[in-house]
């Protein structure tokens, strides 16, 4: 069939061009959808993607039209692939783990995915294809919305808010019981978030069509029911914050035209009033703590245990430091911060609940530059954009399309500072979809910058080269740490298995001697690094060799004090050196101490045969309990 190579052209374009946007589009995410139902099938998905691209050739003369956003695209994308290479988690079996996307190969897939369809939709070429994949956003949260209300277990939700839960209930009562994978009420609502202004975009361009603004006006309705029902706050203020400053972006622009006084105070006040209930909220401790089960399979820990947010953060931090230049792998994060952050035996948490960490940790430096780099380049394209539009109706409509893009990407950036939709669930498909919005929306431009002036870039390299200079033997030694790591990892986590193969068992008897190799060079470097004074000590407590693990860690913890997970190796290391106060002064202060006691009693003690160490750490824990239930 012959096509057109000028889509744009004052002739009209072929059947075949039309249709190429929900085509190219529709295969990117069939590919995603094969990945997500089936990740073992491996790299042939792709050749829906490369039919796609071939597609695009065949009209419009090129695979795909410059954007700015390629070069980051391309390191982000390789920086994943690398990462996927390392970690422990190369086994099909981890597939079918307790989490989505613990195998390494079924995370970097879905990233392909996400990235295929972030290119088909930089590639919309014409006004109303991008109105139509904005269409498609509202309807996709229409649909998550009606399906999170018919498929959630509201009996079983525990939830934050029990009207909400009884309100769901009543509505799916009626439905028959409908097949398949249930969402996560985090994951519906924060997908719902960040489609919503997209929808509010359709139903502002349906201007005076009366049908049609009464259709999306119960569509918005709906897509509001499903992430009120969702219970995630999260989403809630993400989406709210986000609109607000939209309204007032739009506010202020008209203030600037008329300056009006009425205008400049009512906005004032709002801004008040949500930092009063923003300030409420935290207060409240609305992101403060996440209740969990007791792991499966292991005795001796609390099922009324709870994780603070803030504990996750700070153990995610130094699990980004162990792994900083390779990170610890795609899918890698659930069993890592378990076994070396907050020293549990079993998969406790998915994630760290924050994306830009989540992100740090798996794919290290090159991945979180990458998205840097990404965001900073919608911004700037973004404003560039805008500062340049004219005053016709197309480019009042193209700027507000625009705006929706840059609100929903602020949705999913705030939303990701307490939980991690977009790169901790399978919403990761839709990771970069914002970003094909606005690339689209800037026309093929290759920049978003300009041209970086050649002194800058000289400067810029003078300092890095400097810095590494000046730091040679840190950074160095932080190298042949995050290699320690890596091959520890590998060592005990690749084999895991609950409740006989768990990392602190595995740890006396795993071949670790590669992990062990690189921290003695780290440490010959620098004597005070913490990530390989950490891991060693950590061997040296599973193995028995209690002298040396009180030398790492005194050493690990004298270079990071405020490290949590050092302080609980700390109140490990007295003990097992038969400092009972010192032991109870570290301990005292974890919330679940009398569970990780008996925990630590009953995998290392009990297996050491050590019944003097396990009985000391039971007396502990007895203690705090008690002094616990007095008030003290």
């Known amino acids: 069939m012959p096509v057109s190579r000028q889509p744009q052209s004052s002739e009209a374009p072929s059947l075949t061009v039309q249709l190429l946007p929900a085509l190219d589009i529709g295969l990117a995410v069939l590919a995603g959808a094969i990945w997500y139902i089936r990740p073992q099938e491996g790299a042939w998905p792709l050749a829906l993607i490369g039919v796609a691209w071939l597609l695009r050739t065949l009209a419009y003369g090129s695979p795909t039209r410059p954007t700015p956003f390629d070069l980051p695209m391309v390191i982000f994308l390789a920086s994943a692939f690398a990462s996927a290479t390392v970690g422990y988690n190369q086994d099909p079996r981890w597939a079918d783990g307790p989490t989505p996307l613990m195998w390494a190969w079924a995370k970097y897939w879905t990233l392909v995915a996400a990235v295929a369809l972030f290119f088909a939709v930089a590639n919309l070429r014409t006004p109303s294809a991008v109105r139509g994949a904005a269409l498609g956003m509202f309807v996709l949260a229409v649909a998550i919305s009606i399906y999170f209300v018919l498929t959630n277990d509201w009996g079983a939700r525990g939830g934050k808010v029990d009207a909400l839960s009884q309100i769901g209930a009543w509505l799916a009562e009626p439905a028959p019981e409908i097949a398949g994978r249930r969402l996560n009420p985090n994951v519906a609502g924060g997908i719902i978030a960040l489609a919503v202004p997209f929808g509010i975009v359709v139903w502002i361009e349906a ?61 004032a006040l709002t801004l008040i009033c949500v ?158 979809v914002p970003l094909g919005m606005i690339a689209a929306l800037h026309g093929g431009a290759r920049s978003a910058f300009g041209r970086l002036p050649l002194r800058v870039i000289a400067i810029a390299a003078a300092l890095l ?101 050092l302080r609980m190796l700390m109140g490990d290391a007295a003990l097992a050196a038969g400092r009972a106060d010192d032991a109870y002064t570290f301990w005292v202060r974890a919330p679940d101490a009398p569970s990780r006691l008996e925990l630590t009693a009953s995998l290392r003690y009990d297996k050491l045969n050590d019944l003097e160490r396990a009985a000391a750490a039971r007396a502990l824990a007895a203690r705090i309990a008690s002094e616990r239930s007095k008030g003290h």
């Open 465 to 565: 080269f400097v810095t590494a200079l000046w730091q040679r033997d840190a950074i160095v030694a932080t190298a042949y740490a995050n290699l320690g790591a890596l091959a520890q990892s590998r060592a005990e986590l690749a084999g895991y298995r609950v409740p006989d193969r768990l990392p602190e068992t595995l740890r006396r008897e795993a071949p670790l001697d590669e992990a062990i190799a690189a921290y003695r060079q780290a440490l010959a470097l620098d004597p005070g690094n913490r990530t390989a004074n950490q891991r060693m000590g950590m061997i040296a407590l599973a193995r028995g060799q209690y002298d040396a693990a009180m030398s790492y860690i005194e050493a690990a913890y004298r270079r990071d004090p405020a490290n949590e997970t």
């Open 275 to 432: 930092g009063v209930v923003l300030g409420t909220a935290v207060d409240r401790g609305s992101f403060g703590s996440l209740p969990v089960a007791a792991p499966a399979g292991v005795s001796g820990f609390g099922s009324g245990s709870v994780i603070g947010r803030v504990t996750l953060w700070q153990g995610g931090i130094g699990l980004a430091q162990d792994y900083i230049f390779t990170g610890a792998g795609l899918g890698a994060l659930p069993m890592q911060i378990s076994a070396y952050a907050l020293l549990l035996p079993v998969l406790y948490v998915p994630h760290v609940h924050n994306t830009f960490l989540n992100i740090l940790i798996e794919q290290g430096l090159p991945g979180a530059v990458a998205l840097i780099w990404l965001l900073l380049v919608a911004i700037v394209a973004s404003w560039r954009a805008t500062r340049n539009s004219g005053n016709t109706s197309a480019d009042q409509s193209r700027r507000l399309m625009r705006e929706a893009a840059l609100v929903s990407l602020a949705v999913m950036l705030l939303h990701g500072l307490v939980d991690d939709v977009p790169f901790g669930s399978r919403g990761m498909l839709l990771l970069f």
């Open 207 to 267: 201007r005076r069509r009366i049908a049609l603004r009464i259709l999306w006006s119960i569509a918005l309705a709906i897509a509001g029911a499903g992430l009120l029902l969702s219970a995630s706050r999260g989403a809630w203020l993400a989406l709210a914050v986000a609109l607000l400053g939209w309204a007032l972006a739009r506010q202020f622009s008209a203030l600037r035209q008329n300056r009006s006084v009425v205008r400049a105070a009512l906005l």
